[in-house]
């Protein structure tokens, strides 16, 4: 069995409106007063699944967790892309002490906000990759994908609404590593993680689906006009996120650092999650 992984409730929740009179959703976990690190969180699920709950005191981090448009309490915004998510952020006023920490499909939109915003640093952990420029690197199926959603990304995204909570768990848990399904079969574990998918399509599939479609087209926002520092941390045993485990990626985004962590998959947010926090506030 590998380390056990505490999941904590957020410490508070809320909706704030934009200046358009959309609303996101939001939860919090740590200090109030702390230096404020903005997580973009993995495919389909919401903002209640953090990280690293039990480290955030002692390291003074204030963790804020959004709803990306159309999941969970967040309002839908049509048309959105990669570029519009950093101008929502902004209009949160979070401050000018900024750090971002994206995972998974939320590791994009991380990135769009290290371009964009006045952000100290980054974390991109398990991050999914820009697949769209790497036609050479892909497994032939994830190819095929990505050219549907190149030829007709409308039709690819009505695609991705047919997907549910259900059979994005199965293609994500039974499918990962024993290190990794160590973490996420643990009982509460598993309620918090479905619970946040449940909650991610309260609103129907759509806000997944265009998550999805922006993810695996081409950025808007190239990670080689990145100035802020990024560390990229990939679990040696994580193979789906990124072909080449993020080391591409990498290299495209100006002096970049690359940790490739032993013993564990996709999970890795979870069980280095102090180590990540803490390279966040170097």
């Known amino acids: 069995m590998g380390m056990h992984v505490k999941i904590m ?7 704030a409106r934009l200046p358009g009179g959309r609303a996101l959703g939001w939860a919090e976990w740590g200090p109030e007063s702390g230096v404020p690190v903005l997580f973009c969180p993995g495919a389909g699920t919401s903002r209640t699944l953090g ?8 390291l003074g981090v204030r963790l804020i967790s959004l709803d990306r448009p159309g999941l969970g309490a967040s309002d839908p915004d049509p048309g959105r892309t990669l570029a519009s998510f950093p101008e ?12 971002v920490a994206g995972f998974s499909q ?18 991109i952990v398990s991050g999914a ?22 030829a007709d990304p409308a039709t690819a995204e009505t695609f991705f609404a047919t997907l549910t909570p259900d059979a994005l768990w199965n293609m994500i848990v039974p499918n990962s590593p024993p290190a990794d399904r160590a973490v996420y079969e643990q009982p509460d574990f598993d309620r918090a993680y479905r619970r946040a998918m449940a909650e991610a399509f309260v609103r129907g599939p759509a806000g997944y689906a265009r998550d999805t479609v ?5 950025w808007p926002i190239a990670p080689e006009e990145i100035t802020v520092p990024v560390d990229l941390w990939y679990g040696e045993l994580d193979t789906g ?38 390279e966040l506030l170097s």
Do not use: N, Y
């Open 9 to 15: 409730p957020p410490a508070r929740l809320g909706r």
């Open 51 to 58: 990280f690293g709950a039990e480290s955030l005191a002692g």
């Open 88 to 99: 929502d952020v902004r209009a949160l006023g979070l401050g000018d002490d900024l750090r």
């Open 106 to 123: 939320g590791a994009p939109f991380a990135l769009a906000c290290a371009a964009r915003l006045p952000v100290r640093r980054a974390a």
């Open 129 to 150: 990759d820009e697949v769209a420029a790497m036609p050479g690197a892909l497994p032939a199926g994830l190819r095929d994908l990505v050219d549907q959603v190149a």
């Open 214 to 218: 922006l993810a695996m087209g081409r």
């Open 241 to 278: 996120h990124s072909p080449d485990q993020g080391r591409t990626l990498a290299k495209r985004i100006p002096g970049a650092r690359h940790h490739l962590v032993p013993g564990v998959g996709g999970a890795v947010l979870w069980t280095h999650a102090e180590t990540i926090l803490r």
